[in-house]
T-cell receptor, first 118, second 114 residues
Framework: GESVGLHLPTLSVQEGDNSIINCAYSNSASDYFIWYKQESGKGPQFIIDIRSNMDKRQGQRVTVLLNKTVKHLSLQIAATQPGDSAVYFCAETAPLYAGGTSYGKLTFGQGTILTVHP | GAGVSQSPSNKVTEKGKDVELRCDPISGHTALYWYRQRLGQGLEFLIYFQGNSAPDKSGLPSDRFSAERTGESVSTLTIQRTQQEDSAVYLC????????????FGSGTQLSVL
């Protein structure tokens, strides 16, 4: 079936560096994408989302880029801090029917472990 | 409530016993999800409730798993005749509606089957 996957399962960076986490998705009908951060022992926490009518969206220290042509999503974290160390998941969903506004289940990718060294 | 609440936070049970896991979504959220997360792995979709529509049960791994939701409030995930491979964190999430809004997750129930 359709799935969302990640290129890199682990990423180690130095504090202050910029981090880039990548995600490939396979469902061409997906038009809503979300990045989540999961710290140890906690549920995933929303970071940023983007709809397919956009290529880029910025938040506080985070930017999500969407390339629909190659079905690729990335999360950029500026000036990475030790508190950013966590597992990062991308997720995607599609309308139940073409052109519809009701969505089906959210499908998560494998996850990338980000470790930030002081 | 302020967030998605799940209970119990931890559950230890013996193989073959039944367990019930509870989820209280954020008030007013019409969509509710259950996911399973094995140690060190991603989130495995189990079931999705949206308003009064028939739930999407396509992720339930076997007929030992079932879930119910009362209106747009509490949901219960039941696992019958638990097996050791059922050991995982079971996460519940809710969102405002059917239009692909972001999910808010609870902290999960850690289930250990001995």
């Amino acid at each position: 079936g359709e799935s969302v996957g990640l290129h890199l399962p682990t990423l180690s960076v130095q504090e202050g560096d910029n981090s880039i986490i990548n995600c490939a998705y396979s469902n061409s009908a997906s038009d809503y994408f979300i990045w989540y951060k999961q710290e140890s022992g906690k549920g995933p926490q929303f970071i940023i989302d983007i709809r397919s009518n956009m290529d880029k969206r910025q938040g506080q220290r985070v930017t999500v880029l969407l390339n629909k042509t190659v079905k690729h999503l990335s999360l950029q974290i500026a000036a990475t801090q030790p508190g950013d160390s966590a597992v990062y998941f991308c997720a995607e969903t599609a309308p139940l029917y073409a052109g519809g506004t009701s969505y089906g289940k959210l499908t998560f990718g494998q996850g990338t472990i980000l470790t930030v060294h002081p | 409530g302020a967030g998605v609440s799940q209970s119990p936070s931890n559950k230890v049970t013996e193989k073959g016993k039944d367990v019930e896991l509870r989820c209280d979504p954020i008030s007013g959220h019409t969509a509710l999800y259950w996911y399973r997360q094995r140690l060190g792995q991603g989130l495995e979709f189990l079931i999705y409730f949206q308003g009064n529509s028939a739930p999407d049960k396509s992720g339930l791994p076997s007929d030992r798993f079932s879930a119910e939701r009362t209106g747009e409030s509490v949901s219960t995930l039941t696992i019958q005749r638990t097996q050791q491979e059922d050991s995982a964190v079971y996460l519940c999430a809710s969102s405002q509606g059917p239009e692909g809004e972001k999910l808010f997750f609870g902290s999960g129930t850690q289930l250990s089957v001995l």
